[in-house]
């Protein structure tokens, strides 16, 4: 035992030394985090639950940890919640989370086929305080071994393929258990020839529905994508990690409103979104929009909603270094992106940060700009991990925004800005460092002649920025001078800075 609280000792102290390491964005523990999806998130007796998906590198096999939090800052960890020897699975893939009506809390999960089972979607359930995990046996849904996450069935003497991969949290209604699945193994199997069936292209989901949990029927395809804009969903993406929630109308404290919120992601082009309508057993979305667009580093979105009506969400951060994570250099990976607040206002998604961030605020900086011409420089203290927030007033000005983490003697830097010729919210990560994904993303964004509220956190290699609580990027950066990449800049042809407060952040990972 010695010995084992010494290299345990040895290897928080590492992490705590890594200068890429988030401080207050969650980031896993141990294991591989790759993929590092968040999934089974709920609500339940006080606190927030949420599990990660991560490769143990005792079993070699994809479970799911455990954690929990009363503030969404602070996370307890419990034991894993889906692991190696629970039954004869060889591994799990992702799911959501649900609480019925009596408290008890369901995971839904992809499971691994094995050499006793065809694999497919199963289910666990727990009651409080939520420790220990018993799964419904034997599993609701058989899937097929080849292709992997398919189930093939036969109505009114006609053939389908349907998928039995990544299911959505569950829902209840009239009922009904409801719970859909995502696609992408048809897709891939039946979907990707220039011959292809139209019905097996692009992205959809299937819907199964229960009345006791244990016994599923598939009722139909859950949504068709309408296609009616260049930006939507085209053949080649799929629908998976799907996550079905009725909209809020306000930030927290709201009403729930009769449209619903499909976020899930392609694994293509990364995290996206319906908005629509759910019309007896069938959603119709009427819009579309997107987490990512030049690639797909925000990812695997999972999502709840807590007890003052909060529709709250998480992205898995793609790992940025050249092997999708450096496990072998750095020894951990897996990140999240910090708890986001989702509403729909005046017919438009607004999104914002969590409020519990404000309490990791600490050494307050109200800073005076003015007008800025071209590039000035923001005495930020502490320029790996802080928040700045700022009102901004356009005049005549095109570009109006910041630079981040810059090392002016090793030339690297991250610009953040809005460009109001192209309507568009940049975070350009050309020039960010040693490594990563260097490319300049582009947000469809367009505020006229308004004020620019920019709320921009660091959190060492994580970087969020969110304008007029409409639009966010959210991307990984990996400076070669941690030390000297702390700098500052605000840069504008002739916007007015009118107010700019900076704060430092505290950590609340333990390591």
């Known amino acids: 035992m010695p010995e084992l609280s010494k290299h345990t000792r040895m ?5 705590l030394a890594d200068p890429y390491r988030p401080g207050y964005h969650f980031a896993i523990p141990d294991g591989d985090g790759r993929p590092g999806d968040p999934n089974g998130a709920f609500f339940a007796d006080g606190r927030y639950h949420l599990m990660y998906l991560y490769r143990s590198e005792i079993t070699n096999r994809f479970q799911w940890g455990h954690i929990s939090s009363h503030d969404l800052l602070h996370w307890r960890h419990h034991p894993d919640a889906l692991m190696e020897g629970t039954d004869s699975f060889e591994g ?18 992809w499971a691994f086929p094995s050499e006793k089972n065809d694999g497919g979607i199963g289910i666990a359930y727990s009651k409080p ?26 109505r009114d003497g006609i053939t389908e393929h349907i998928s039995c991969a990544d299911p959505s949290n569950i829902w209840k209604k009239d009922g009904w258990y409801y719970m859909q699945c995502g696609n992408l193994p048809v ?26 949990m244990k016994n599923w029927e598939h009722v139909q395809r859950f949504y068709e994508n309408p296609h009616p804009g260049e930006d939507w969903p085209d053949a080649s993406e799929d629908d998976m990690c799907p996550s079905f929630l009725q909209l809020p109308d306000k930030a927290a404290g709201g009403e729930l409103t009769d449209k619903w919120f499909q ?8 995290a996206q979104y319906y908005i629509g309508e759910l019309k007896g057993e069938k959603f119709y979305p009427e819009q579309h929009g997107r987490f990512s667009w030049v690639d797909n580093t925000c990812f695997a979105p999972e999502a709840l909603i807590d007890p003052r009506n909060r529709l709250i969400g998480w992205f898995w951060l793609l790992d940025n270094p050249s092997n999708e994570g450096g496990l072998s250099q750095y020894e951990w990976t897996g990140v999240y992106s910090f708890p986001r607040v989702f509403w729909l206002e005046n017919g438009t998604l607004h999104m914002a940060p969590a409020e519990e961030l404000d309490r990791l605020q600490y050494n307050h900086q109200s800073l005076y700009l003015g007008v800025v011409d071209k590039k000035r420089m923001i005495d930020v203290k502490n320029g790996a991990s802080f928040r700045l927030k700022a009102t901004i007033k356009p005049n005549e000005a095109r570009k109006i925004g910041f630079i981040v983490r810059a090392d002016d003697e090793n030339g690297e830097y991250t610009e953040i800005y809005v460009d109001r010729l192209e309507n568009a919210l940049v975070m350009d990560t050309s020039k960010s460092g040693l490594d990563g994904r260097k490319t300049v993303e582009k947000a469809p964004l367009k505020l006229g002649d308004d004020d620019i509220y ?12 969110y304008v007029n609580n409409v639009q966010a990027i959210c991307r990984r950066v990996y400076p070669t001078d941690v030390n000297k990449a702390t700098k500052v800049y605000a840069i504008s042809d002739g916007a007015d800075y009118r107010t700019v407060n900076a704060w430092e952040m505290m950590e609340t990972n333990m390591y």
């Open 187 to 212: 897709l891939d199997a039946w979907g990707r020839k220039a011959d292809s069936e139209a019905k097996y292209q692009g992205d959809w989901t299937d819907l199964f529905r229960s009345k006791d």
């Open 263 to 270: 976020l899930f992601i392609s694994h293509n082009k990364g």
């Open 129 to 154: 305080p939520y420790e220990v995990w018993e799964q419904i046996d034997p599993i609701p849904i058989e899937g097929n071994r080849n292709p992997w996450g398919t189930k093939t069935i036969s």
């Open 11 to 15: 290897y928080r102290e590492k992490l």
């Open 92 to 109: 799990y893939f992702s799911g959501g989370g649900f609480v019925d009506d009596d408290g008890t809390a369901y995971i839904s999960f």
């Open 454 to 465: 920019m709320d921009i956190f660091v959190d060492k290699s994580v970087i969020e920025v």
